[in-house]
Each structure stands twice: as structure tokens, then as C-alpha cells.
């Protein structure tokens, strides 16, 4: 009867992970660039007894891991905005922001310049160029992105959007505001590394289908939750039996 508590805790656990990961694909159905996520888990059979003597012999328990949360990379919408800072980034690249733990990653293309002339994305972190952070000066307008990520202004060009790509982009962690972190280092994007300007890349979550998950969740966690307090309640009344017993 433990055996059935513990299997079905397990169970319980891997649900109630997998409702995190819908929830915060839910919050995120309108981020720019948002990359949704999905639950895996794996069958972990216990190891049991050696020997064969028992009558009945013992049985595998199968338990419920967690396997991780793979990233899902499709391409969301392309939004036009008319905003000469936007763009929507097309294929497998990344933007690649400096903040105060190293170089992290996002494909939230909705940019803009903050109070100290450097071009930033929405969350305040500088985007990079390949020589460093895009600076303006005081007195520059007419701020616009080439598709080949070339940064101009009415006073020439102040850099180029350092685009960059990964072997492995399912291994990037999330780090919350829209940015990945990577062990693996990042592989510099070539001429094909292009960017539409004057939109976004909306959010690849699909709500219906997150929807879908949310109730199919649910319902499993209430389906378990009923199991295991009628396997509580089925030793109870076996230990109330056995204490009946006269010796």
C-alpha cells in the first residue's frame, strides 16, 4: 500500500512541474519573441529484490521522472509595427545583450534607445554590436536597422547587430525577462543571419492548446489525488481489521 502512495506521490510531483510550465507559457502568450516550453517525463523502474523465493515474487514499480523541459523553436508571427527599432528575427539567430552576469540571449526584437543614447531591448539590457554596446549621440535621429542588422542614424552608421546562432539551441536555460543563458558558446551568424525591420516576432505559444494541457493536468492531478486517499483509506480500514483480531 505504501508502494502505491509513493508511486502515485511521484505522479503527483511530475504533474504539478508540468503545471508550472503551462502556466508560465500562458503568462507569456503576448511577450515578443517568447519561445514556449514542454514537460517530459520518464518511467523509473525501482530496483526491486533478488530473490526468488517470495510467493507471489516481487513485482516492478514504475515511478514517474522528471526528463527536463525542451524549448520549443518555431517561428512565431511576424507582427508589423512601423517602428524603425523593431525587428523580427527569421531563421535559427539570436540577439545577443550584455548584462550583469556575462552575455545572455533573446529574440525579443522590440527595441529602443534609453537615457544614456544606447540602444536597449525592453527589459534595459544594452544590445550588442560586434565591436560592443550601440551608442547614439545627443543630437542623432532618424535611428533605423537595416535587414543586415546594419544601425544607422542620420549621421552614418553606429554598428552592427551581433546575430548569432547555436548546434544545440534546445540546451539553452531560461533565465526569466525573455533572455537564454548557454554553456556552449555561441557560433557568429554569417550573411545569412537577416532580420526583418519595423516588426516583431510574436509569441509561438498557442492558448488553446495550452488550454487543453491546463484541464487534461487537472484532471489527472484530481484523478490521483482520489486513488491515493482511497489507498489511504483501504489501510486504515486493514489495520483496523488486523487490530480486531483476537491473538
Known amino acids: 500500500m505504501e508502494n ?3 508511486v502515485g506521490l511521484s505522479r503527483q510531483v511530475a504533474l504539478a512541474r508540468e503545471l508550472d510550465v503551462i502556466a508560465n507559457n500562458m503568462a507569456n502568450v503576448g511577450t515578443n519573441g517568447f519561445k514556449a516550453r514542454s514537460a517530459n517525463f520518464n518511467e523509473f523502474i525501482m530496483p526491486r529484490a533478488s530473490f526468488d523465493a517470495f510467493q507471489p515474487r516481487d513485482r516492478n514499480l514504475s ?17 508589423r509595427t512601423g517602428n524603425p527599432l523593431d525587428i523580427a528575427l527569421r531563421g535559427d539567430a539570436f540577439l545577443v545583450v550584455q548584462t550583469p552576469q556575462g552575455d545572455r540571449y533573446t529574440r525579443a526584437g522590440s527595441l529602443a534607445v534609453n537615457g544614456q543614447g544606447q540602444l536597449v531591448t525592453q527589459g534595459g539590457q544594452p544590445v550588442l554590436g560586434d565591436g560592443g554596446p550601440i551608442n547614439f549621440g545627443p543630437n542623432e535621429t532618424d535611428a533605423r536597422i537595416a535587414p543586415d542588422g546594419t544601425v544607422t542614424t542620420d549621421q552614418g552608421q553606429r554598428g552592427k547587430l551581433r546575430l548569432v546562432r547555436f548546434d544545440n539551441p534546445r540546451a539553452l536555460t531560461s533565465e526569466g525577462n525573455n533572455l537564454f543563458a548557454s554553456a556552449a558558446p555561441a557560433i557568429a551568424m554569417g550573411p545569412q543571419g537577416r532580420v526583418e525591420p519595423g516588426a516583431t516576432e510574436s509569441s509561438n505559444v498557442k492558448a488553446v492548446i495550452e488550454m487543453t494541457r491546463l484541464m487534461e493536468v487537472q484532471r489527472s492531478y484530481q484523478s490521483m489525488a482520489n486513488l491515493m486517499t482511497k489507498s489511504d483509506e483501504l489501510r486504515s480500514r486493514a489495520i483496523t481489521r488486523l487490530a480486531d483480531q483476537q491473538a
Do not use: H
Not at 65 to 71: H, M, R, S
Open 4 to 6: 502505491a502512495l509513493l
Open 63 to 79: 515511478y514517474v521522472i522528471d526528463k527536463g523541459t525542451p524549448i520549443d523553436l518555431t517561428q512565431g508571427t511576424i507582427e
